[in-house]
């Protein structure tokens, strides 16, 4: 069993930054999986925000290109999200998410809210 422990997030004015870390522990599996961020706005769906490989592929949605970079460190098994940037749009809880063995972990969840 994985657990993903958060910190990070709160509130920030637009064009500012945050920095997003999750800490990985539980199985000696997990450094073979995916991780990487999640985020849901009120009233959306829960989507992929960026996501890192083993290997260092990575991956973002369209709309945080550009702005967001993931890190990955495989031997601390943590994965932080940088976002500079910020805009209104990128209010949302954002969940740190490990995907492996076929089962998906997610963490608490923390909040990112940007005012205008």
């Known amino acids: 069993q994985v657990q993903l422990v ?7 004015q637009a064009g500012g930054s945050l920095r997003l870390s999750c800490a990985a522990s539980g199985s000696i ?12 706005a009120p009233g959306k769906q829960r989507e992929l925000v960026a996501s890192a490989t083993r290997g260092g592929s990575t991956n973002y949605a369209d709309s945080v ?8 460190d495989n031997a601390k098994n943590t994965v932080d999200l940088q976002m500079i940037s ?31």
Do not use: H
């Not at 958060?6 to 920030?12: P, T």
């Not at 290109?65 to 990955?72: C, E, N, P, Q, V």
């Open 6 to 12: 958060e910190s990070g997030g709160g509130l920030v």
């Open 29 to 40: 599996f997990m450094s073979m999986g995916v991780m990487g961020w999640y985020r849901q």
């Open 65 to 72: 290109k550009g702005r967001f970079t993931i890190s990955r």
């Open 86 to 116: 910020l805009t209104p749009e990128d209010t949302a809880v954002y969940y740190c998410w490990m995907g492996v063995m076929r089962n998906d972990y997610w963490g608490q969840g923390t909040q990112v809210t940007v005012s205008s």
